[in-house]
């Protein structure tokens, strides 16, 4: 299945338009990114919280045959297996591909009469289990290429980094010092730092070089090459900040760039935040060149980050540090 990449920017940009309605801000994202993945069978967006049970969903918008509480059958039917191994590890990708897709009967009964054997889908999460699935619902099974999964799974991390802006905005944390609705850094569209909360402006010169990157990304390389100008849009600066655009009087633009740091998981005393971060991220079925492309760190660092982590658990392979980890955290939960 090959999909068209001409909306790859124009859904990061949407995404970040982090001050609208909740359900405006679905809606138009769904409108972005339906031509490339529309099957002729409908398109649909909601937004959920696995973690969850059964799977909570709201907002459902689209244009669709099935009848909303169809579709929310659908959703909230699935077992919690394929919850797992697909809410919680898949950033783009088909319902088919998950494995345990055979047992979501519901699917079937409701779906099939309309032609619909499977969906598509941006699935934009954290590990908290928010997320929004954004797609479309297709004839037949299928499958797609390494070279859209790949772009698409950006495109995905940064629609969960927006999501959680969203939310960090309407609803700042308690430790929150300062307001959440201030950005910790402006910076013109050339990149010069015009202001700076303590501690940041010494970051100006990686500050500067995210805005350069997105001017990149969001210039005529958005149309000769969408792919690598999604790669250079990277989702977070440093791990820590997202970058926003604001219009001033007289149309002058402004980048903000907010904290927006992914939330931190429980882990083993011993691992350092950023190893409890990379480790999270790691749980959800993220690849090592995905950690780094969503952290803005280069795949090496990332590498080494895991392999202390590894050491730290006395363990060897990826896989057993997943596992491990896991169980941490399951026998840690109460």
Known sequence: ???????????????????????????????????????????????????????????????????????????????????????????????SSAPGFHRQVTFGRRLHKYGIHDAIALNAFDRTGLGAWIGALLPE????????????????????????????????????????????????????????????????????????????????????????????????VRGRWSLVDRFEEGGRRYILAYGNASPAGPSPESFTDREREIVDLAMLGHSPKLIAYELGLSPSTVRVHLANASRKLGVRTRAELVTRYRAWILAHSS
Do not use: C
């Open 141 to 236: 099974q299928r499958t797609v290429s390494g070279e859209d999964r790949a772009s698409w799974e950006r495109v995905s991390r940064h629609v969960a980094a927006a999501l959680r802006l969203r939310r960090r905005l309407a609803s700042p944390p308690p430790s929150e010092r300062a307001p959440a609705t201030e950005p910790d850094a402006i910076l013109s569209t050339t990149g010069k730092l015009e202001h700076a909360v303590d501690g940041v402006a010494a970051e100006r010169a990686n500050l500067a070089d995210a805005v350069r990157r997105l001017d990149r990304a969001r210039g005529r390389l958005r149309k000769t090459d969408p792919p690598a100008a999604v790669e250079a849009w990277r989702v977070l």
């Open 1 to 95: 299945m090959k999909l068209a990449t001409h909306a790859l920017v124009d859904a990061i940009e949407r995404a970040y338009l982090v001050d609208l309605p909740e359900r405006e801000w679905l809606a138009g994202l769904l409108e972005t990114v339906a031509p490339a993945l529309d099957a002729g069978h409908g398109t649909v967006a909601y937004l959920y919280d696995a973690a969850s049970r059964p799977l909570e969903v709201w907002n459902f918008v689209g244009d669709f045959p099935p009848t909303p509480s169809e579709l929310f059958d659908v959703v909230t039917a699935a077992d919690d297996e394929y919850v797992a191994q697909s809410y919680l590890v898949t950033p783009f990708g088909t319902a």
